[in-house]
């Protein structure tokens, strides 16, 4: 079935300095891939997304590309703020056999800013 | 406007015992699903209602688990009787039909001891 990787971490990183999160998938048909994130006491939300090849989402600085060629789509920040540490999950939608449009996870990367 | 709500926010059982963990979705939302996750994996998909049917519960792991959603609105995950495995954090999302982004609530943790 279609399966979403992404870098573990933890990853820690001070105030202002550039992130990357790579997030690669595989899949059968053409999904729409997504990142969510979670702040600490929170659910889930969907920070940007992208439903076909070579869309860029952004959103709160962050951006990330639907590359096809190489079936990734890595998140990226310019200069993180204390304000963005949580979990970053990225995610794609998946069409089951009944016909539900679930999403597939990646395992989430923690992400610490210090100030 | 509400966003999706879950009741309660974390549950520990015994081995045995019987849980009900409560999803609230936005008003309006007729796609609610359930997903779940377990320490160090990945949150799975369990199943998907459209109003008050199941489209699809492909993900659900046994017949210990039994999800309702009466009337289109909210809905209930059972788990009976409840196994260590179990443990994890359940996540409700709800949408509306025909669009694809999903929110989701603060989810329940639950703990089997």
């Known amino acids: 079935g279609d399966s979403v990787t992404q870098m573990e971490g933890p990853v820690t990183l001070s105030e202002e300095a550039c992130l990357t999160i790579?997030?690669?998938?595989?899949?059968?048909?053409?999904?729409?891939l997504f990142w969510y994130v979670q702040y600490p006491g929170e659910g889930l939300q969907l920070l940007l997304k992208?439903?076909?090849?070579?869309d860029k989402g952004s959103n709160k600085g962050f951006e990330a590309t639907y590359r096809k060629e190489t079936t990734s789509f890595h998140l990226e920040k310019g200069s993180v703020q204390v304000s963005d540490s949580a979990v970053y999950f990225c995610?794609?939608?998946?069409?089951?056999?009944?016909?539900?449009?679930?999403?597939?996870f990646g395992k989430g990367t923690k992400l610490t800013v210090n100030p | 406007e509400a966003g999706v709500t879950q009741f309660p926010s974390h549950s520990v059982i015994e081995k045995g015992q019987t849980v009900t963990l409560r999803c609230d979705p936005i008003?309006?939302?007729?796609?609610l699903y359930w997903y779940r996750r377990v320490m160090g994996k990945e949150i799975k998909f369990l199943l998907h209602?459209?109003?008050?049917?199941?489209?699809?519960e492909s993900g659900m792991p046994n017949n210990r688990f039994l999800a309702e959603r009466t009337g289109g609105t909210y809905s209930t995950l059972k788990v009976q009787p409840a196994e260590l495995e179990d443990s994890g954090v359940y996540f409700c999302?709800?949408?509306?039909?025909?669009?694809?982004?999903?929110?989701f609530g603060p989810g329940t943790r639950l703990t089997v001891l």
């Open positions: 999302a709800s949408s509306q039909l025909a669009y694809n982004e999903q929110f």
């Open positions: 209602f459209v109003k008050e049917s199941k489209q699809d």
């Open positions: 008003s309006g939302h007729d796609n």
């Open positions: 992208a439903t076909k090849a070579d």
């Open positions: 995610a794609l939608s998946d069409l089951t056999q009944g016909g539900s449009e679930k999403l597939v």
């Open positions: 790579n997030c690669t998938y595989t899949a059968t048909g053409y999904p729409s």
